[in-house]
């Protein structure tokens, strides 16, 4: 089975720090996204990569940086953390193509 | 911009019921992929429709896709409390670009013992 592994299950930090997401898949796919997860609102995209050092905006990108230093990594960065950044965050992964998305179990981030 | 609605966003029945989701769009979609989640995981992959007028049977749910691609259900057929969770579904573009899925706001189900 796919298994994508986020690095934290829940984070505390404070306004202003730097924050780093991790994730991690070990299918060699080619495809990783970051998304946030908030009520009522689904899930929107943040940030996508189709291969190493490639990236692309999502829809929410504001706020965020990513990195893909390696195939199987992929870091969403929160360079200057906010409150309105409080949210659960899921990393995803799928092969080219329309595949179907496997999901890490998600980061609660809370910044105060 | 929201573009696949879901509805009922909260539901909440008693074990042994019956009950429908529905995801609607006014754009046509490739293919629509159902997830379920539950509290503390990631989303998990139910179904994929692919062809106008598809429905496909998993156990107790059954989920169509529209003849026009632009809208799906699913239904459950004597809810069990295993059944509990956020239902999402997601559409895909036909553009082939990585960013492939739209998703909708989700159902919360809730079904009680």
């Known amino acids: 089975d796919v298994k994508v592994t986020q690095s934290s299950r829940y984070l505390v930090k404070r306004t202003g720090e730097k924050v780093f997401l991790e994730c991690v898949q070990d299918m060699d796919h080619e495809n990783m996204f970051w998304y946030r997860q908030d009520p009522g609102l689904g899930l929107r995209l943040i940030y996508f990569?189709?291969?190493?050092?490639?990236?692309e905006k999502g829809d929410i990108p504001e706020g965020y940086s990513v990195s893909r230093e390696k195939k199987e990594r992929f870091s969403l960065i929160l360079e200057s953390a906010s409150t309105n950044q409080t949210s659960m965050y899921l990393c995803?992964?799928?092969?080219?193509?329309?595949?179907?998305?496997?999901f890490g179990n998600g980061t609660r981030l809370t910044v105060t | 911009t929201q573009l696949l609605e879901q509805s009922p966003q909260f539901l909440s029945i008693q074990e042994g019921e019956n009950l429908t989701v529905y995801c609607n769009s006014s754009s046509v979609f490739s293919s629509l992929q159902w997830y379920r989640q539950e509290p503390g995981e990631g989303p998990v992959l139910l179904v994929t429709v692919v062809t106008g007028g598809e429905v496909k049977k998993l156990k107790r749910l059954t989920f169509q896709f529209g003849d026009a691609r632009k809208d799906s259900s699913l239904h459950i057929t004597a809810a069990q409390p295993g059944d509990t969770g956020l239902y999402l579904c997601a559409g895909a573009r036909s553009s082939g670009s990585a960013r492939q899925l739209t998703f909708g706001s989700g159902t919360q189900l809730t079904v009680l013992p």
């Open positions: 990569s189709y291969d190493v050092k490639m990236k």
């Open positions: 995803a992964s799928n092969p080219p193509g329309r595949s179907p998305l496997h």
